[in-house]
T-cell receptor, first 116, second 113 residues
């Protein structure tokens, strides 16, 4: 696609439910990143994928968070048993590859998750 | 671990004037990259400018320029001839080569007519 696409744009869920957030990177981009942006805060790194390599999960805040990337393209971030502190904007970004990431990422418009 | 500090949570500037946003970072690396991103209300992060640490020359992009002081670990953004469309959150970011990007807490800039 022309840009990084994220869906849904907004999601309201009840505490304790599971949610899935989707990211469709730019076609041909092999590197994909997830960030979390809590209200009024900066971006917190969650996880990144590079090609077929094992993902770097070092930023995931708890074992309720997981992500996968199928076929080296679309990625899904799953939050199980959501808590109110999970409310945030979840941003996805992609770059052409490892080395091209030095030129910066292209971000999607994010998913605003609200846990009630 | 690398940390990025933006000490100005909010700033304002009159249209057509110049404003400087501050950013400092902490690293023991010698080779790295620095970025400024703009985030308007649409939430999409837009790359404003990029600096390679091994280049002494400060990066410029039209009305946007940086003052990169490697020894002081400082990377400020100067916006000249401010426009109403510059109103946004601005994030400073640091990245080691082939690693994830780390961001500061942001500065909310308001351009007043």
């Amino acid at each position: 696609g022309a840009g990084v696409s994220q869906s849904p744009s907004n999601k309201v869920t009840e505490k304790g439910k599971d949610v899935e957030l989707r990211c469709d990177p730019i076609s041909g981009h092999t590197a994909l990143y997830w960030y979390r942006q809590s209200l009024g805060q900066g971006l917190e790194f969650l996880i990144y994928f590079q090609g077929n390599s094992a993902p770097d999960k070092s930023g995931l805040p708890s074992d309720r968070f997981s992500a996968e990337r199928t076929g080296g393209s679309v990625s899904t971030l799953t939050i199980q048993r959501t808590q109110q502190e999970d409310s945030a904007v979840y941003l996805c970004a992609s770059s052409l590859g490892y080395r091209d990431s030095n030129y910066g990422y292209t971000f999607g418009s994010g998913t605003r998750l609200t846990v009630v | 671990a690398q940390t990025v500090t933006q000490s100005q949570p909010e700033m304002s500037v009159q249209e057509a004037e110049t404003v400087t946003l501050s950013c400092t970072y902490d690293t023991s690396e010698n080779n790295y990259y620095l970025f400024w991103y703009k985030q308007p209300p649409s939430r999409q992060m837009i790359l404003v400018i990029r600096q390679e640490a091994y280049k002494q020359q400060n990066a410029t992009e039209n009305r946007f320029s940086v003052n990169f002081q490697k020894a002081a670990k400082s990377f400020s953004l100067k916006i000249s001839d401010s426009q109403l469309g510059d109103t946004a959150m601005y994030f400073c970011a640091f990245m080691k080569p082939i690693r994830d990007m780390r961001f500061g807490a942001g500065t909310r800039l308001t351009v007043k007519p």
